[in-house]
T-cell receptor
Framework: DGGITQSPKYLFRKEGQNVTLSCEQN?????MYWYRQDPGQGLRLIYY???????QKGDIAEGYSVSREKKESFPLTVTSAQKNPTAFYLC?????????????FGPGTRLTVL | GESVGLHLPTLSVQEGDNSIINCAYS??????FIWYKQESGKGPQFIID?????DKRQGQRVTVLLNKTVKHLSLQIAATQPGDSAVYFC???????????FGSGTRLLVRP
């Protein structure tokens, strides 16, 4: 998975709870991304960050929050405001934001709301 | 709006045959495309990429063809193997916004 780690692999949450998904990369990549994938669907962008201490909303940011305090880390918090959080969450990184380059993905975290 | 889509949701091929997975895109300004392979329960894995100044690019057993006239992209897999069974996504990197736009994917099933 190209030096990108996500934890935990499986996560269970009760309704009304906030949970935080971890994403770490040791590739020295500038940009990091969070995607959500529902069964049989493609990937939808939640948030992305091009540099430390800066991030932008993607297409489905409502109910999610992120931080980028360190270059190698981009945690995603799924808040209680997210009404349908059960999904497969994928983190990705890219070497240089704005450059024609490939995004590399982590192994994913499967979140289930009980 | 901008979109990257696939023609067929499922493709079934005989082991040893060649596979062709198609993708259409709508943004004529797109200049970089990526094919990913995603196995069940795993993250997408980079297969091959192509820039708009190229028509064809080859990798190991894979070839990507780009037809800018009709805004069509294809992934060809030679001598398809059981390990090729997965969902394949094409994606368009939006340089201006640093985002990947994904299609819904094609599931490739390899019959023994």
């Amino acid at each position: 998975d190209g030096g990108i780690t996500q934890s935990p692999k499986y996560l269970f949450r009760k309704e009304g709870q906030n949970v935080t998904l971890s994403c770490e990369q040791n590739l020295n990549h500038d940009a990091m991304y969070w995607y959500r994938q529902d069964p049989g669907q493609g990937l939808r962008l939640i948030y992305y960050s091009q540099i430390v201490n800066d991030f932008q909303k993607g297409d489905i940011a409502e109910g999610y929050s992120v931080s980028r305090e360190k270059k190698e880390s981009f945690p995603l918090t799924v808040t209680s405001a997210q009404k349908n959080p059960t999904a497969f969450y994928l983190c990705a990184s890219m070497k240089v934001a704005g450059a024609t380059d490939t995004q590399y993905f982590g192994p994913g975290t499967r979140l289930t709301v009980l | 709006g901008e979109s990257v889509g696939l023609h067929l949701p499922t493709l079934s091929v005989q082991e040893g045959d060649n596979s062709i997975i198609n993708c259409a895109y709508s943004n004529s300004a797109s200049d970089y495309f990526i094919w990913y392979k995603q196995e069940s329960g795993k993250g997408p894995q980079f297969i091959i990429d192509i820039r708009s100044n190229m028509d064809k690019r080859q990798g190991q057993r894979v070839t990507v063809l780009l037809n800018k006239t009709v805004k069509h992209l294809s992934l060809q897999i030679a001598a398809t193997q059981p390990g090729d069974s997965a969902v394949y996504f094409c994606a368009d990197l939006q340089d201006s916004s640093y985002k990947l736009i994904f299609g819904s994917g094609t599931r490739l099933l390899v019959r023994p």
